[in-house]
């Protein structure tokens, strides 16, 4: 699977902490803190790690275009040696609803028989395969009554196929000329298995299928991106404040603008600390119950960091992580906490920890 999470945002308005390959929404402006510069204050150094994951998957939105050769085509059986692939998805992921529509067209020569071969679909996207299913974090392609939210493997519905045979040529016995004719076979219906490409980044292979195995599409894409809104990521907090060692909880509420083909992404949302204590004195130390925003970018290690394979000698990818960095602005109780964060996302990228630096001011008018 892949990882989920990167960051982005507005000073004041949005910044930090970021998960790897999933998103946050923007966060409530707090107050303006303009007037910090005029109060007497005193400052401590704040070094803290965050370990955690993703409790929601949130909202998703994929495109996915290709236009050029597959890398595999094999039609009825018989493989094409040439091919020429258009084809663009579109789907909307909402919790455990999946929606929206693909087109593709393929043309090419049977390598059996010397045909051409052409072939258009209209798929209405009903359904998905779930890579993972949350909060249960269940990995098996179903999600329990108690899941809210998936990250689809690949998306299904139902096509119309339309089939054209091979133009044919023939002498004209009265003038000696040529006429060609063409047919069109009638449309069919099909189940459609098309692949997410989250799990397989920087245009790298991605699959296309009927049920009946009638349609083996292979190929790369040329466009790829994923919108995700609502990502809930949440955890525990440890480490110092000044000299102080303290404990607590976070949670994130994330948005995300997520390349595939480049693998970046940018990302902004929400951060709030909970239930900060004192861990020598057990006191909770409440100016550091606090919230705000964060913004942050995200790259996805190159292949070699995560797990692939081949099929048919095609480069394919399960896994991958997320490395993101970003800065963070808060406010508490007569507090302004600011930093920067470093996040690494396991592989697959459902957990993550965080590498926080900054500073607390508080003060008094």
């Given at each position: 699977?892949?990882?989920?999470?990167?960051?982005?945002?507005?000073?004041?308005?949005?910044?930090?902490?970021?998960?790897g390959?999933?998103?946050?929404?923007?966060?409530?402006?707090?107050?303006?803190?303009?007037?910090?510069?005029?109060?007497?204050?005193?400052?401590?150094?704040?070094?803290?790690?965050?370990?955690?994951?993703?409790?929601?998957?949130?909202?998703?939105?994929?495109?996915?275009?290709?236009?050029?050769?597959?890398?595999?085509?094999?039609?009825?059986?018989?493989?094409?040696?040439?091919?020429?692939l258009?084809y663009?998805?579109?789907?909307?992921?909402?919790?455990?609803?999946?929606?929206?529509?693909?087109t593709?067209?393929?043309?090419?020569?049977?390598?059996?028989?010397?045909?051409?071969?052409?072939?258009?679909?209209?798929?209405?996207?009903?359904?998905?395969?779930?890579?993972?299913?949350?909060?249960?974090?269940?990995?098996?392609?179903?999600?329990?009554?108690?899941?809210?939210?998936?990250?689809?493997?690949?998306?299904?519905?139902?096509?119309?196929?339309?089939?054209?045979?091979?133009t044919t040529?023939?002498?004209?016995?009265?003038?000696?000329?040529?006429?060609?004719?063409?047919?069109?076979?009638?449309?069919?219906?099909?189940?459609?298995?098309?692949?997410?490409?989250?799990?397989?980044?920087?245009?790298?292979?991605?699959?296309?299928?009927?049920?009946?195995?009638?349609?083996?599409?292979?190929?790369?894409?040329?466009?790829?991106?994923?919108?995700?809104?609502?990502?809930?990521?949440?955890?525990?907090i440890?480490?110092?404040?000044?000299?102080?060692?303290?404990?607590?909880?976070f949670?994130?509420?994330?948005?995300?603008?997520?390349n595939?083909?480049?693998?970046?992404?940018?990302?902004?949302?929400?951060?709030s600390?909970?239930?900060?204590?004192?861990?020598?004195?057990?006191?909770?130390?409440?100016?550091?119950?606090?919230n705000?925003?964060?913004?942050?970018?995200?790259?996805i290690?190159?292949?070699?960091?995560?797990?692939?394979?081949?099929?048919?000698?095609?480069?394919?990818?399960?896994?991958?992580?997320?490395?993101?960095?970003?800065?963070?602005?808060?406010?508490?109780?007569?507090?302004?906490?600011?930093?920067?964060?470093?996040?690494t996302?396991?592989?697959?990228?459902?957990?993550?920890?965080?590498?926080?630096?900054?500073?607390?001011?508080?003060?008094?008018?």
């Open positions: 699977m892949k990882s989920f999470v990167t960051m982005a945002v507005t000073v004041l308005a949005v910044l930090l902490l970021s998960s390959g999933l998103l946050v929404t923007h966060a409530a402006t707090p107050n303006s803190g303009s007037d910090w510069g005029q109060r007497s204050s005193n400052s401590q150094a704040l070094s803290l790690t965050m370990g955690g994951g993703v409790v929601s998957a949130g909202n998703q939105r994929y495109l996915i275009v290709q236009n050029g050769p597959a890398l595999l085509a094999v039609i009825n059986g018989d493989p094409l040696a040439t091919s020429q258009t663009t998805l579109r789907a909307q992921q909402n919790g455990l609803s999946t929606s929206g529509s693909a593709f067209t393929l043309t090419g020569v049977d390598a059996i028989t010397g045909a051409s071969v052409a072939l258009s679909g209209n798929v209405q996207i009903s359904g998905a395969i779930p890579a993972v299913c949350l909060p249960s974090y269940s990995m098996t392609g179903v999600c329990a009554s108690s899941d809210s939210s998936e990250v689809p493997a690949a998306f299904t519905g139902l096509a119309t196929i339309q089939t054209g045979s091979a040529s023939s002498n004209n016995d009265n003038d000696n000329s040529q006429s060609s004719t063409s047919s069109t076979a009638p449309s069919t219906t099909v189940g459609m298995v098309m692949e997410s490409a989250y799990f397989n980044p920087f245009g790298n292979a991605i699959t296309i299928t009927s049920s009946d195995s009638s349609i083996v599409i292979v190929t790369n894409y040329t466009q790829a991106t994923i919108d995700w809104t609502s990502v809930v990521d949440a955890g525990a440890g480490g110092t404040l000044g000299t102080t060692p303290i404990t607590g909880a949670q994130q509420v994330a948005a995300e603008h997520e595939l083909v480049a693998g970046t992404a940018i990302d902004f949302g929400t951060l600390l909970s239930g900060v204590t004192n861990m020598t004195s057990g006191n909770p130390i409440s100016y550091m119950n606090a705000g925003g964060y913004v942050g970018s995200s790259t290690p190159q292949a070699g960091s995560f797990s692939c394979g081949t099929v048919s000698g095609i480069n394919v990818c399960a896994e991958t992580g997320f490395q993101d960095n970003g800065s963070f602005l808060l406010f508490g109780h007569g507090a302004l906490i600011r930093g920067s964060y470093s996040t996302w396991s592989i697959p990228a459902f957990g993550f920890s965080s590498v926080v630096t900054g500073k607390v001011t508080t003060g008094s008018s």
